[in-house]
C-alpha cells in the first residue's frame, strides 16, 4: 500500500529530520558539507526512436556526509559505483556496498550516511536534455513535496482519511 500508515510515519519523520538539519546548520551545529559533494551532469541527445533523453546526476559523498535526498516523481536507476553507504528509506534500513545497481520507486526519500568515500548516480529519462535546462529537469524528474504524486506525509492526515474511508 502507497500510503500506509508506516510510510506515512517514516515520511513524516524523514521531512522532521531534513528541517532539524537545516536549522542546525543555520545555528551553526552542524557543519554544512554540501560544497565537498561534487555533482556531475550527464546527458544523451533525445532519441528520434524512444523520443526521450537519458539524465545521470553523480554525487560525490565524502566518508561521514549524513544527506537526506530529494523526492522523485518517477521510476529510476541508480548505482553506486564506489564506496559503502547506509541507507534509511520506508522501508528500513540498509547498507550498500559498491558496485551496486537498483531501482528507485516512485516517490521514495532517502536518509543516506557515507560509511566510505562514495560515488553514487542517479539515471532519469528526460524531455529536456543538456546543462543549460537543468532547472526544467529537476521539475520533471523531482517532486516538491509527497503530495504533489498523491502520497501523504502527515499522520494526523492520514488518520482523517482512515476515518472516512
Known amino acids: 500500500m502507497k500510503n500506509s500508515l508506516a510510510k506515512v510515519t517514516f515520511r513524516e519523520k524523514i521531512l522532521n529530520a531534513q528541517d532539524e538539519m537545516k536549522e542546525a546548520i543555520s545555528d551553526?551545529?552542524?557543519?554544512?558539507?554540501?560544497?565537498?559533494?561534487?555533482?556531475?551532469?550527464?546527458?544523451?541527445?533525445?532519441s528520434e526512436d524512444y523520443?526521450?533523453?537519458?539524465?545521470?546526476?553523480?554525487?560525490f559523498l565524502p566518508k561521514g556526509t549524513a544527506i537526506i535526498g530529494k523526492i522523485?516523481?518517477?521510476?529510476?536507476?541508480n548505482i553506486i559505483s564506489k564506496g559503502k553507504v547506509s541507507v534509511m528509506t520506508e522501508h528500513g534500513k540498509?547498507?550498500?556496498?559498491a558496485p551496486c545497481t537498483f531501482i528507485s520507486e516512485t516517490g521514495l526519500k532517502r536518509a543516506v550516511y557515507?560509511?566510505?568515500?562514495?560515488?553514487?548516480?542517479?539515471?532519469?529519462?528526460?524531455?529536456?536534455?543538456?546543462?543549460?535546462?537543468?532547472?526544467?529537469?529537476?521539475?520533471?524528474?523531482?517532486?516538491?513535496?509527497y503530495k504533489s504524486i498523491g502520497l501523504i506525509d502527515d499522520i494526523a492526515e492520514y488518520n482523517r482519511l482512515e476515518v472516512i474511508t
Open 28 to 46: 551553526g551545529k552542524l557543519r554544512d558539507v554540501m560544497d565537498e559533494c561534487t555533482l556531475t551532469h550527464y546527458f544523451t541527445p533525445i
Open 51 to 59: 523520443g526521450c533523453a537519458v539524465y545521470g546526476r553523480e554525487i
Open 72 to 77: 522523485h516523481r518517477h521510476q529510476h536507476l
Open 94 to 97: 540498509k547498507y550498500m556496498t
Open 114 to 145: 557515507a560509511e566510505e568515500d562514495t560515488i553514487w548516480t542517479t539515471i532519469h529519462l528526460t524531455n529536456t536534455p543538456g546543462e543549460d535546462h537543468l532547472q526544467e529537469i529537476e521539475d520533471e524528474v523531482i517532486a516538491p513535496d
